[in-house]
């Protein structure tokens, strides 16, 4: 069926006004406000000119309205007119498109049921890393991704997750279960590498923390046991000056006993030497006696010591 263009013809419209003499009048007319300056007393002036001005921009406005009005009467006529042949195209075009839709809507339902059947295919065995809808492109949906583009998506994604699980489980780290979580929840295979990076940094430090306190109670159990050690060899060093000290007052108590005891020997001996001495001097009273004379020199105190004997002794004597 030829396709018909409606025909449309507009012949242009004018408006006339007398702008420029409009224009020379209103410059003239309101110049003489310019720079006037009202007073107290010329206030109620000053309100009535503003009045007069405004009342008569209202004026003019009012009849550039009525002149748009009447500019578009006829443009008003002709597009209601021109919007009930617009509307008319709309019920075929509906009816149309509603087919076309259900085409693609079908279309797509295929090509999501293909995009299925093709991420069992690859990537079954990591499904719990790469679930279809967090790796889902709706490009894939196009009529022009082909089903070799989309199994080549799928591919590489799955190839992309197996690197990063090999790649954190090369770690070796105590924090691999947990990154691997991370991976999985995020796809972010630096997100999880960070995460091993920094546990394994806290851990270096816990265990350098823990070695230093390791090191600081080696290094107090040292001095402690070398505070001991010199304790004990003060104790026993000083039990030892206190036993040479004792052994030494012993030896000096045992001298000293032992000259006491000398001593004492010597002056018991020397007691019994002189009682002995006294005891033979003691003359024999049970003999006959005679009268002898004697003189003698003697210093005053002899002379007493001597008187004193002869007494002590029983001898009977008389200064001549």
């Not at 265990?207 to 290094?219: F, S, V």
């Amino acid at each position: 069926m030829e396709n018909y263009e409606a025909v449309i013809t507009q012949n242009p419209g004018s408006i006339q006004c007398d702008f420029e003499t409009a224009k020379a009048y209103l410059e003239k007319r309101l110049g003489e406000y310019r720079g006037i300056i009202f007073t107290e007393e010329s206030r109620k002036a000053a309100k009535e000119t503003v009045a007069s001005l405004r009342k008569e921009k209202k004026a003019f406005a009012d009849r550039v309205k009525e002149a748009k009005e009447a500019y578009l009467a006829p443009f008003e006529a002709f597009y209601a007119q021109a919007k009930e042949l617009i509307d008319l195209y709309e019920e075929p075009i509906n009816f149309i498109n509603g087919q076309v839709a259900e085409f693609e809507r079908k279309r797509v339902e295929e090509k999501r049921q293909l995009v299925k059947e093709l991420y069992e295919e690859c990537i079954s065995d990591l499904s719990d890393f790469l679930p279809l809808q967090k790796i889902y492109d709706p490009k894939w949906e196009n009529a022009s991704t082909s089903q070799k583009a989309i199994r080549a998506a799928l591919m590489s994604c799955k190839e992309a997750a197996k690197s990063a699980i090999e790649t954190i489980r090369s770690m070796e780290s105590d924090a691999e279960e947990e990154a691997l979580r991370i991976y999985q929840e995020t796809l972010d295979l630096p997100k999880a590498v960070q995460f091993v990076n920094q546990h394994e940094q806290q851990k270096a430090q816990i265990l350098a923390r823990e070695q230093e306190r390791i090191r600081r109670e080696e290094e107090e159990r040292i001095r402690r046991e070398e505070r001991q050690r010199l304790e004990a060899e003060r104790r026993a060093q000083e039990e030892m000056e206190r036993l040479q000290r004792a052994a030494l007052e012993e030896k000096e108590t045992a001298l000293r006993q032992a000259e006491e005891e000398k001593r004492a020997a010597v002056e018991q001996a020397a007691s019994e030497a002189a009682q002995e001495a006294i005891e033979s001097l003691i003359p024999d009273m049970s003999g006959e006696t005679n009268l002898y004379e004697y003189r003698m020199e003697l210093t005053a105190d002899q002379k007493e010591k001597l008187e004193t004997y002869l007494d002590s002794v029983g001898i009977e004597w008389e200064m001549i």
